[in-house]
């Protein structure tokens, strides 16, 4: 016979995240970016990976300003798009993600590049103030930092966690390392994917502009 367990939602969801507050060290984050990474850490079930997030002090805000504004959310995956909970978005915001797009495909048969690649280039009518969410591509991140430098576009956050053993650390080290001066939130090293990054989208759409508090779901 199995040993007693909690078997309510509330109960799992309160005990979950007293575990995460109390094995996490998050005392070098403020406090919305502190509750983007609790959120993180759930979806990956690692409390270390806290250690690994990179950031600039105004990423949340920035984002949770722009999402406010309207703006849309650019994906690189189905996987990230499919995650995000619309409920949560402010603005009924749109979630673009063109990886289907056979456009796509037929470009970068022609130019020698990923689909993801392709996808970016797409991006680029509605990447003024958006927020890109990049969870598994890490070419993607590549791409975008040339179409912003090339085209002086900006968006407003990049929340950049691809993962992967080729490219994934270093798309995000570039990321971090760019003269842009991009908003960002990134896990650096190889872990990363879609449910963190979804996990930090769907935390920072939630965020109350006027409290700085976060609504539950």
Known sequence: MADAYLQTGSEIYEESFRI???????????????????????????????????????????ANTALRAGAAILCDSSMVATGIIRSRLPRDNDVICHIKDPEVARVAEREKITKTMAAVDLWLPRLEGAVVAIGNAPTALFRLLEVVAATGVRPAAVIGIPVGFVGAAESKEALIDSPLGLDYLVVRGRRGGSAMTVAAV?????????????RQD
Request: net charge negative; no cysteine; aromatic share 4%.
């Open 202 to 214: 769907n935390a920072i759409a939630s965020t109350d502009e006027l409290t700085n508090t976060s």
């Open 20 to 62: 995460i507050r109390a094995e996490t060290n998050l005392e070098r984050f403020p406090a919305d970016v502190s509750r983007a990474v609790v959120r993180m850490v759930h979806a990956a079930g690692a409390t270390d990976i806290a250690d690994d997030v990179a950031f600039t002090p105004g990423v949340v805000a920035a």
